[in-house]
């Protein structure tokens, strides 16, 4: 069974800085895209950030490009997501989500599984 | 970037009825449109990928239809494990976006 757990999100000052992790089992984690995806009540769900399968190629949305940083470490089967000069718009509950189908060098964003979600909260 | 507008935002229906929910994009995606049912305080799961493929466990009353900037989710028959709120999602072009999504309550 594919299993997706986040860790690291908390309460931060806006400017502050925050790393998300997410630990993954029951696949070849290696082999699919890994993607950060957020949501809050006024904004509904946004993608964040994407990853393939090697590390190679990442994406970023307009909004959090040159803040924040996704990574993979595919020895630990887990994803990251470092966010820095954080700002109160970034307040949501952080998911990450697998990609349907394996390619180590694609990115299709196909969002399955989803994880059960960090919340983040950028307040002073 | 490329808008998704759901219709209607929100809807009161009966277990047994058939329900269909809308999706338009700003532009042409061809069939790169995603479906998800989200419950309170749980992640979105996905129903339905690339327009009309049902994700492996997804029950057959779900189906979605559609192409090019519009598309639908229709459950054909409402059970009380279905009240939520439906997702629809772009993977034409990044930056991949969402609808504002669509709850569906019980009348």
């Known amino acids: 069974e594919v299993q997706l757990l986040e860790s690291g999100g908390g309460l931060v000052q806006p400017g502050g800085s925050l790393r998300l992790s997410c630990a993954a089992s029951?696949?070849?984690?290696?082999?699919?895209?890994m993607s950060w995806v957020r949501q809050t009540p006024g904004k509904g769900l946004e993608w964040v950030s994407s990853?393939?399968?090697?590390?190679?190629?990442?994406y970023y949305a307009d909004s959090v490009k040159g803040r924040f940083t996704i990574s993979r470490d595919n020895s630990k089967n887990t994803l990251y997501l470092q966010m820095n000069s954080l700002r109160a718009e970034d307040t949501a509950v952080y998911y990450c989500a697998k990609d349907l189908f394996q390619g180590a060098a694609a990115i299709r964003g196909w969002f399955d599984p989803w994880g059960q979600g960090t919340l983040v909260t950028v307040s002073s | 970037d490329i808008q998704m507008t759901q219709s209607p935002s929100s809807l009161s229906a009966s277990v047994g009825d058939r329900v269909t929910i809308t999706c338009r994009a700003s532009?042409?995606?061809?069939?790169?449109l995603n479906w998800f049912q989200q419950k309170p305080g749980k992640a979105p799961k996905l129903l339905i990928y690339?327009?009309?493929s049902l994700q492996s466990g997804v029950p057959s009353r779900f189906s979605g239809t559609g192409s090019g900037t519009d598309f639908t989710l229709t459950i054909s028959s409402l059970q009380p494990e279905d009240f939520a709120t439906y997702y629809c999602q772009q993977s034409y072009s990044t930056p991949w976006t969402f609808g504002q999504g669509t709850k569906v309550e019980i009348k």
């Open positions: 029951g696949f070849t984690f290696s082999t699919y895209a």
């Open positions: 690339t327009a009309s």
């Open positions: 532009q042409s995606i061809s069939n790169y």
């Open positions: 990853i393939s399968g090697s590390g190679g190629s990442t």
